[in-house]
């Protein structure tokens, strides 16, 4: 049959599925299956979003310049390498359309977030999946497989789903002996749990092919709004802007993202419960004999003996409303990926585990 095609490349994309957010004749849900914040959206960015209301006949403000300012002064940042996404999703698709394509590699790691090989097919290159050391980066595998055709090379650090970070000193060495025309991006979606971390910037300052990625979506409990951020070379941010949509995020989006970035004490509570409930959680797991990484952070990678353990947990825990994450998808069949809930979530989330235990016995 004659009919419009798409481009090559394209129907092989597998369709991106989020986490599960309902169990049919279950009424006590307790999500844990996109990494989203337990205690909901800053109360500052809630309200800013309803003072915001009556003006929703107005456009946006294009250049985003409030949220800019507020990442900026928060993040002692310079304002003018600063753009703002529709989540740090649009701000990877502009990426990958900008500096790869037909004929060119974008580089990721084997576990690493979907996203990066679905926009990098999406835009007609050839994606190249690195394998990963015992669920951390390796800094070598990503270097042996750099060929004069390298456009882009995603790393998420932390990672999801493994929550492991590679140090500072294997990004220096990533960067360094890594072609300076191909673009290093260095995504941080959860940097905000790492006290004390730049996740990346620093190196964006002193090098002109590497770009950060951040979100408001974790630690700020902004997923709904769609909030990302990137920080670049002023080169690559002129680029990115030309392909970006003016009014790409919306105003609710620009106001309640801007009171959530000025929300000071936000972060510096929010990243103290998380560490401590995520402790607490992997200690008890230990104990029930589940093996996780060292996570860094607002999620933790269960590991079971096999596929079938994974999801008999997978589907028992459905069944009393706890939803977690398979990540089958990202080459972890026998693992889980769990966001770090409350303390009231942590606790019903082991009494969970310990009935299925028994149940299997
Ligand atoms: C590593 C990583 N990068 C980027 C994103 C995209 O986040 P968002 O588009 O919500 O900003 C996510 C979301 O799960 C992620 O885990």
Redesign the pocket.
């Known amino acids: 049959m004659i009919q419009p095609k798409p481009q090559p490349g394209i129907l092989d994309i597998e369709l991106y599925v989020g986490g599960k957010s309902t169990v049919q004749g279950v009424q006590d849900i307790l999500k844990l299956s996109?990494?989203e914040n337990p205690n909901g959206p800053p109360i500052s960015a809630q309200q800013a979003l309803v003072a915001a209301a009556p003006s929703m006949h107005r456009y946006p403000d294009s250049d985003h310049s409030g949220l800019r300012s507020a990442l900026a002064e928060l993040h002692g940042l310079s304002i003018k390498k600063i753009i703002c996404?529709?989540?740090?999703?649009?701000l990877?698709s502009f990426l990958c359309q900008a500096y790869s394509g037909p004929g060119l590699e974008v580089i990721h790691t084997s576990h690493?977030?979907l996203?990066y090989r679905l926009y990098a097919m999406a835009a007609g290159a050839t994606v190249v999946a690195v394998a990963e050391t015992e669920r951390y980066v390796d800094v070598d595998a990503i270097l042996a497989a750099v060929t004069p055709r390298t456009g882009i090379i995603f790393v998420?650090n932390p990672?999801?789903?493994t929550g492991t970070k590679i140090p500072d000193t294997e990004i220096v060495r990533l960067i360094a002996r890594t072609p300076k025309d191909v673009l290093i991006v260095l995504?941080g979606?959860?940097a905000d749990y790492v006290e004390g971390w730049d996740g990346g910037a620093g190196f964006v300052e002193r090098y002109s092919n590497v770009v950060m990625?951040r979100?408001?979506?974790?630690m700020y409990g902004l997923?709904g709004l769609?909030?990302?951020w990137g920080y670049g070379p002023q080169h690559v941010i002129d680029v990115l802007n030309r392909v970006r949509g003016p009014f790409n995020l919306s105003a609710p989006a620009l106001i309640a993202g801007e009171a959530a970035v000025r929300d000071l004490n936000f972060v510096t509570t929010h990243r103290a419960q998380n560490n401590w409930a995520r402790a607490w959680l992997v200690t008890e797991l230990a104990a029930l004999g589940v093996a996780s990484d060292p996570s860094e952070a607002n999620f933790i990678l269960a590991r079971f003996v096999d596929k079938n353990y994974a999801e008999a947990c997978d589907d028992y825990l459905q069944t009393i409303g706890i939803l977690v994450r398979r990540v089958g998808s990202y080459g972890l069949p026998h693992a889980l990926r769990i966001t770090v809930p409350d303390m009231a979530g942590c606790a019903r989330l082991v009494s969970g585990m310990k009935a299925f235990m028994e149940q299997v016995k």
Do not use: Q
């Open positions: 996109s990494n996404g529709c989540g740090s999703d649009e990877i690493g977030f996203m998420a990672g999801n789903p995504d979606a959860y990625l979100t408001l979506s974790k997923g769609r909030v990302g």
